[in-house]
């Protein structure tokens, strides 16, 4: 936590550092400027380098920067050694680092030292390219870069702004949400034209205006249940209603639901309009069918735009291009290179199919914007909300230089090789389950059991600022996020990690009341196992016999720690086996166990814990029915002498699990 002071010692500070002679502390001049920049990119440099040792979320908390800034501006010229320092006192303690490889949240925001020099260089440059003439380099490069990446991702060829025979192209946009409802405003604005022409109301003012309220009041656009909220808030912002649609076991738009709801719609008046599929759900990065949604729209005139903001960057690899089938059917697509392209924020390329309709939605023309070659170049402000337009374009141009096509595929298929090894260390353990499909660079998963059990499990996980994560909801179940977001992650941050998370979970379960009542059924469970395999050894037992049995058992069984025993390397994924010698249960000794139970395999008796047998009634932990039916099976199916060497093999060799808390249970 950074240091709070007092409002006298702050003003005291404050007054010491803003009143010294103006001829002494002129503002920032050139020189300064080299000197503080080299340094900066030094520091910034340092940053990158050792972001592991910084506490991924800070921990501070809300108002925590009052006591350490002054509550006023200051009247005279600052040092800037102060401005400098306090970057790592008061700014430094509230980030969260978001390109630590402990960072897991959310979906990647990545950047890289190309990037971030194009931006100076942009800063320095500071245009303001809203129409061709502003700055005509801003203009062109980003028509070019974007054909660049349209090709890169194999888009079909009317989204190219070098295809002559079409009016599509590509636009930076700030974010996907931006592109979202950009891409809804001019459906809506297709769609209300569609109606008014169908009307013949056209060059009739008062009737026109009337249609075109009534049409805009009955305009519907739909989505999947799964899709990302910004959807929502663009029918919000644009004044349309919203209808969502089921998902299927995949989490997949289901196109038999769209159809009926579309069906539905139609019979109480209103005009279906639009349709966002998404590739790359932000819950568990699951995909809508193109291929089946696609001829639903065409069918219905319906505007159909695409929401691949985080799966669009893996198109670039040929193998993921089969989420993608079905692109020929859409208006417009659009993902974020500052995502996953190592492109840091904000840089969101969208293609449409017919620019016209951004032009008919965003086309305003005072004269003080218009140039000799109006209507004869492209003037990026009809193509967004917003009318000034920062130059991304040249980031986008020197990552993509700087890597080239084969670097960047190779940065997406490590991210998602590191995705599938987590993958395999959640299925190492029992306790976890893994509920959805892994796509890509994005694993779900949580404990078995109820929501809360995973919720805690987050929330303790957060607070202790080591590893942070985010959760969703899938189909009423709570699951946690887990992403590959930095290109700077090991499989050594991920077995960092895991561990964190497994030792994190034991914490939790043994906190939990049911947690010790299912341990002690899976005990009992065990105990039933181990009898039955002595009694196929060929002894005979009476039922008095055999419940001193289980107590010397219970007596005998030595008490394990919380963490349950794991058969196999989370790392590495292979299985150890410790040997160790069957039971001899004939001979028992005073301390009730056998001479030869220092010497058996540990993963019999030390994956046991000894749970609290009170109120245990006969019936729960024997059933001498099934036991002497199982046994007699047993022993129908071969010879005593061949079962109890088959036991002894399972015994020394491996162990089964608890699919829910993981305790060992032997195998006879």
Known sequence: MPRARCSDELSTMHSKTTKPNSAELPVMDSEEYRKWGKRIVDEMSTYITNIRERRVLPDVKPGYMRALVPDHAPEDPEPFTNLYSDLEDVIMPGMMHWQSPHNHAYFPALHSYPSLLADMVANA??????????????????????????????????????????????????????????????????????????????????????????????????????????????????????????????????????????????????????????????????????????????????????????????????????????????????????????????????????????????????????????????????WQVGLSKRFRALKLWWVIRSFGVKGLQKHIRESVRLAAKFEAFVRSDPRFEIPAVRHLGLVVFRLKGENELTEKLLKKMNSEGKVHCVPASLKGKYVIRFTVTSQYTTVEDLTRDWSIIRTTASEILSQTPAGEEHRTRVFLKAMRRRIKGMLMAGKQYSLDSRMDLVTTLVSSAKTANGMPTMRENSMEAQEYYERGEMLDSAVQTDDMCSPRSRRRSKSVDDGISVPDLKGVTLDDSINEADLEEECSSSSSSSSPEAETRHSTRQMNGRSNSCHQCGATIPTM
């Open 125 to 382: 440059i500071n245009c303001i390219g809203f129409t061709w003439a502003s700055s005509p380099a801003a203009t062109e490069l980003e028509m070019i870069v974007m054909d660049w990446l349209a090709k890169m991702i194999d888009l079909p060829e009317h989204f190219l702004h070098s295809n002559k025979e079409s009016h599509g192209g590509g636009v930076i946009q700030t974010t996907a949400s931006e592109a979202t409802f950009v891409s809804v405003l001019a459906a809506r604005t297709e769609a209300i034209g569609k109606v008014l022409v169908e009307l013949g109301v056209i060059g009739d003012q008062a009737r026109e205006e009337q249609a075109r309220y009534d049409t805009f009041s009955r305009l519907v656009a739909y989505c999947s249940n799964q899709a990302h909220s910004s959807v929502e808030k663009a029918g919000l912002i644009g004044f349309v209603r919203l209808r969502l649609v089921d998902s299927d076991e995949n989490l997949s738009m289901r196109p038999d639901e769209l159809v009926r709801l579309i069906e539905e719609d139609r019979k109480e008046g209103y005009i279906p309009f639009y349709v966002c599929a998404t590739l790359g759900t932000t819950g568990s990065c699951s995909f809508d069918n193109l291929e089946e949604i696609g001829p639903i729209c065409k069918e219905n005139d319906m505007w159909l735009h695409v929401d691949a903001a985080y799966a669009g960057a893996a198109f670039i690899c040929p193998e993921f291009r089969t989420f993608m089938r079905g692109i020929e059917w859409t208006h417009s697509i659009a993902f974020n290179p500052s995502k996953w392209l190592m492109v840091h924020f904000d840089c969101t390329a969208m293609w449409v199919k017919d620019s016209q309709a951004l032009h008919r939605s965003f086309n305003v023309d005072p004269i003080y914007l218009q140039h000799e070659n109006t209507g004869l170049a492209i003037d990026f402000m009809h």
